[in-house]
């Protein structure tokens, strides 16, 4: 059973090394908030389109 301990222990430490050493992890951080800022434009926009849509549906005569 300490054998068996030892060797994750050893997986494990080597493990976390090599991803210390790993610099091309990424901008975790600008992606998100470039992801939310697409996002809300996103529905901004389908908001602005659905309102004059709506607004022109409504203005149109049907002659009742």
């Known amino acids: 059973m300490l ?3 030892r060797s994750l222990w050893g997986l ?6 090599l991803l210390r050493k790993d ?7 600008t992606t998100v908030i470039v992801t939310a ?4 434009l996103a ?5 602005i ?3 004059k849509l709506t607004a ?4 149109i005569d049907l002659g009742g």
Request: proline share 0%; hydrophobic share 55%; glycine share 4%.
């Open 37 to 40: 800022l697409m996002a809300v």
């Open 23 to 29: 610099n091309s992890r990424g901008e975790i951080t």
């Open 12 to 17: 494990i430490s080597a493990r976390i090394i």
């Open 3 to 5: 054998t068996c301990c």
């Open 56 to 59: 022109k549906a409504n203005s």
């Open 43 to 47: 529905i901004a926009l389908i908001a």
């Open 49 to 51: 389109i659905a309102a």
